[in-house]
């Protein structure tokens, strides 16, 4: 009883292409089907330092950034607010003067040439929150009593590290 063998082809196998395209292209069609695009979710906006640029750009001055300290006495009371290294006091006076301050150095409110300016807030560890959200509205603008409308003045705000009290 023989059995029936396969003649020798010689070592080569005869694989049939179209068969493999059909399935590589449906595999290929349902990896596209199951992508998911999302867009990126939040603010993305990355303040980068600036570098030195091979040329200058003279149309636009640069306004330095607005530095305003919050010290706090032992209590965590406002003992004294300074613009710059300049003393403005303490109670509503000195946050009136802080946003007349301001508003000196950007000119016009809604100025497009000054919405790049930053007001860095350092306030001492001890503060109550109260005087640093006071200075945050100061600084970004008043209600005109005119037409009861918000003007802006800035509107980029960031905080100094903080820093813990020398006495602890």
């Known amino acids: 009883m023989g059995s029936k063998r396969r003649p ?23 990896f596209m089907l199951q992508l998911k695009i999302m867009a990126p979710e939040g603010n993305f906006d990355i303040n980068m330092p600036l570098g030195q640029s091979s040329q200058q750009s003279s149309d636009a001055p640069l306004v330095p950034d607005i530095k305003i300290k ?5 209590n965590g009371n406002l003992a004294q607010l300074k613009f710059g290294e300049r003393n403005l006091g303490v109670g509503d006076g000195a946050f009136e003067a802080l946003g007349a301050e301001v ?23 001890e503060l ?3 005087y640093v959200i006071k200075a945050v509205s100061h600084c970004t603008g008043k209600i005109d009593p005119q037409t009861k409308q918000l003007v802006r003045y ?8 903080p820093r813990l009290p020398k006495n602890s």
């Open 128 to 130: 109550h929150y109260e």
């Open 8 to 30: 020798d082809t010689g070592g080569k196998v005869d694989v049939p292409m179209a068969p493999m395209i059909d399935i590589v292209f449906q595999l290929l069609i349902f």
């Open 154 to 161: 800035v509107e980029k705000i960031k905080f100094a590290p």
């Open 70 to 74: 919050l010290i706090s006495d032992a």
């Open 103 to 125: 508003l000196k150095i950007i000119g016009t409110p809604g100025n497009p040439a000054t919405k790049d300016i930053e007001v860095e807030i350092d306030a001492d560890y």
